[in-house]
């Protein structure tokens, strides 16, 4: 089998995650989920107290981006890898809306983006790749084989991650979730660097009414024809 890059675009909470470790699953591929590299450096600024409700101190955090270390370790019996900020296992605070409400300011800055980026491309040397996010069909893989551009109202992403939270033991309501998902949807797709735009030669997918099943079937059917 020939082994290809898969670019994932979309919204917040639009499945991209879901969708893209069963592909990488199914094909033996690596899954990569950008997302979480920008909500690590977004933690390690609130940590630090470069954001918080009183504003956002860019220039500390731009200073401070060599000492980020970003990695994945791919556990084998959750089936997908998991974020390490400077060799800390993270995945479990970058998930929280706290993080969500800051990430898409985080993800404004070009010199954030850069550094993401550059190590994305190296993730995708060897091909055999399914990688999610923002621009990834548009500026990390503009070759990728095939690109996906995932869509759904606000009102069903809104609920789907409320019911993660929830499931989880936050402590959220369904309006401050909605409020989110629509201040994000609209900071990340008017940034001025990379913004959410659907790449020309992606397939848009809109699951507002479709059952996973159903979306990984057709997906599937279509990547195999580039495999
Ligand atoms: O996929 P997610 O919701 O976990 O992503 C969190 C935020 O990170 C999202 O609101 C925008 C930003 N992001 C980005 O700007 N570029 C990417 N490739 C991935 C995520």
């Not at 290809?4 to 675009?9: E, F, N, R, T, V």
């Not at 499931?167 to 940034?191: F, P, Q």
Request: no cysteine; charged share 30%.
């Amino acid at each position: 089998m020939k082994k290809i890059i898969i670019a994932i675009d979309g919204f917040s909470s639009t499945g991209k995650s879901t969708l893209a470790k069963e592909l990488a699953k199914k094909l033996k591929y690596v899954y990569v989920d950008t997302g979480a590299m920008y909500r690590a450096v977004t933690l390690y600024a609130m940590e630090r107290n470069f954001i918080n409700e009183k504003g956002f101190k860019i220039d500390l955090l731009v200073a401070d981006l060599d000492k980020i270390n970003l990695h994945f370790i791919f556990k084998k019996w959750k089936g997908f890898a998991e974020m390490y900020l400077n060799d800390i296992n993270v995945e479990k605070e970058i998930r929280t809306l706290e993080v969500s409400q800051y990430v898409s300011q985080v993800s404004e800055i070009s010199e954030v983006r850069s550094k993401l980026v550059e190590q994305q491309k190296l993730m995708g040397v060897k091909k055999g790749i399914v990688m999610d996010g923002r621009d990834i069909g548009t500026v990390v893989f503009p070759n990728a084989e095939i690109k996906f551009y995932m869509t759904a109202s606000a009102d069903k992403r809104a609920l789907r991650r409320y019911k993660e939270l929830i499931d989880r033991g936050d402590d959220v309501t369904y309006e401050r979730v909605l409020k989110n998902v629509k201040s994000r949807d609209y900071i990340d797709s008017t940034r001025l660097d990379s913004p959410l735009i659907k790449a020309q030669d992606a397939i848009e997918f809109d699951n507002s009414d479709m059952g996973l099943e159903e979306q990984f079937e057709r997906i599937y059917n279509l990547v195999l024809r580039y495999v």
